[in-house]
């Protein structure tokens, strides 16, 4: 293909080859920057988290949230007593399923109020009276 030159025309326009890998980066520039812009914002859920006693606890909880589907991050602090989890809008799990998950462990999980912006404060595990002891693979039992 050395000295070829590739000439669309269109009753409008004539581009050289230089031009329309220029014309075709941009349009797909354009493309990527509306799509990410649209889909890759992150959710962040902040979970309180009761029952938790140890390093242990924390490994654990964020052992099984880490290979979810869809979660970016995940930070347990044994000291707040609380999760942030950064999850992709669109396919990650849910304020629900993420609690639920949680108090699967044997933990008591909440949402935080304003702890999503859209997922109501209300989404939550088991009542106070559902409290469950820790986990017993807890060091601290």
């Known amino acids: 293909m050395r000295n070829s030159r590739?000439?669309?025309r269109s009753t409008r326009c004539e581009v050289s080859p230089s031009g329309l890998?220029?014309?075709l980066f941009s349009a797909l520039a354009a493309l990527l920057v509306t799509a990410c812009s649209e889909s890759a914002t992150p959710k962040k859920l902040t979970i309180a988290i009761e029952?938790?006693?140890?390093?242990?606890?924390?490994?654990?909880?964020?052992?099984?949230?880490?290979p979810m589907p869809?979660?970016?991050?995940?930070k347990v602090s044994l000291q707040q007593g609380q999760a942030t989890v950064v999850?992709?809008?669109?396919?990650?799990?849910s304020a629900k399923t993420l609690i639920a998950t949680i108090n699967k462990l044997g933990y008591h999980a909440?949402?935080?109020?304003?702890?999503c912006s859209d997922q109501p404060a209300s989404e939550s595990g088991a009542g106070?009276?559902?409290?469950?002891?820790?986990?017993?693979r807890c060091s601290a039992q």
């Open 128 to 136: 106070e009276a559902g409290k469950q002891p820790p986990p017993t």
């Open 51 to 66: 029952g938790m006693h140890c390093a242990g606890c924390v490994t654990a909880i964020e052992g099984a949230i880490k």
């Open 70 to 74: 869809g979660v970016r991050s995940v």
């Open 87 to 93: 999850t992709q809008p669109k396919t990650g799990p």
């Open 110 to 115: 909440k949402l935080l109020a304003g702890g």
């Open 21 to 23: 890998s220029t014309l």
């Open 6 to 8: 590739l000439v669309v």
